[in-house]
């Protein structure tokens, strides 16, 4: 993820609150949209798939990262089917209750935001981000929590790893670890986490930390990151205000004939 | 100014777990000096490294640095004149960058950005890392990772550095290099290594500590030929001086 913030693109070189703008207009045009609605979503996904075509960025990895958070989504929108049978569609002979498409929607809502927000990150890079958010006026203390929220998320992440790998090298023969000593690996990988977390506040103070974290990016926004912010806003807002898919369907089906 | 630069009186400190680290250590530092601590695993030194910026109080006894006593006023001036470099450099490198980790301390003394822009490259500069500057730390080699945590200490100015271990870690190369880095400073120099025969380059003056008190303190070319007082506390003659005086 690091390394995809630091490549270099047209998307990449766009301003971060630009992007931070866009992709919450984004959100709140998905969010907008009548909870049984499908086929008018389908016009949003040039969004993330502009930010991770011209951003260069790899589609697979991203998709993958989706599909970890998919369950989720899964949960809230599973019930849907089950609770709301009102009819609201046939395909062929078959009735689809609402449920099916409140259902529908809520996965394509999920795939849409998670993936913006994801390719944003990508694009743009945690440091830039954090700055950008500052700079847009998010409270110091939500930016300090992303911030380190992102970076000791893979050091514990190794520091797990490591002792995984440990504890895994001395049970020799057994192919799974006992139950027990994953609970004593996870106790004690919070207790070592503790510490250094306690060790970095230390470090943090002895450089004068106080409370509030000073990012050294001052770009200031072109016409290039204006136009970039504008022009997807007034998409999203046409999108949202005539279904486009259904206008497409319209014109395709009007063409040939 | 007659104050030593570090005067540390008759320090104990035990652990909340009951460990008592150090048990009464008392010396002087004078400004400009370079001193290694030394002493087998579990003497002490680090412990005693944490006192010289507050990170540890002392159970009892007294640190002073500069002739002043942490007070709570001070402690923030104290602690910038004495930067700490730790044992772990994943410790110290918290940011999502290399320069904004270096910028990260300029920054929080008030340093106008254009300054402390300019500090955090010349600090990388000096420590060879200014190819980095881009890079997240937690993806850098353990040597990288140590220069880097040098360079944060640097960009602070501090008139002290204090250094745990700074060769752990490091290939051949890369310790030369440190040697050479740390030779050119003029701070005072306190370092704590079992790489003795870097303290022989180093520091003309050397601590040895052992159970948490302070066993010897004295030149270093006297105190680690002396094979006896070498051997009974865990450490060894360096080869460098062994070839300076054959038996
Ligand atoms: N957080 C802690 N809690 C309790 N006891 C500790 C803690 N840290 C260190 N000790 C104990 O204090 C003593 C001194 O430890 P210290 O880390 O200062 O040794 P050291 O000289 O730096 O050793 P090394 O050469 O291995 O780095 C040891 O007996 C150690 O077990
Ligand atoms: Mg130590």
Redesign the interface.
Known sequence: MDDLGRMDSPIHRIDARAKIIATAAFVLAVMSFPRYEVSALMPLFAYPFALIAVGNLPAGYLLKKVAVAAPFALFVGIFNPLLDRQPMGMIGPVAISGGWFSFASIMVRFTLTVSAALALVACTGIHRLCAGLKMLGLPSPFVVQLLFLYRYFFVIGDEGLRMLRAAEMRSTGARTLAFQTYGTLIGHLLVRSMDRAQRIYRSMVSRGFDGEVRLLRREAPGWRDVAFACGWIAFFAFARSWDLAEFVGRWLSRGPS | MSDPMIDITDVCFTYPDGTEALRGVSFRIGHGESVAIVGANGAGKSTLLQHL?G?LAPTRGDVRIGGQAFTRERI?EI??SVG?V?Q?P???L????V??DV???P???GVP?EE??RR?VASLDRVGMAHLR???P??LSAGEKRAVAIA?VLA?SPDVLVMDEPSSNLDPRGRRRLIELLATFEHTKIIASHDLELVVELCPRVIVLDGGLIVADGPTERLLSDEPLMLAHGLERPHILRHRHPH
């Not at chain 2, 918290?94 to 960058?97: V, Y």
């Open positions: 910026n990170y923030a602690r910038r700490v730790f772990d994943d410790d110290q918290f940011m999502p960058t320069f904004d910028a990260f301390g920054l929080n003394l950005p402390a822009e955090a881009e890079r997240p937690h993806k944060t602070l």
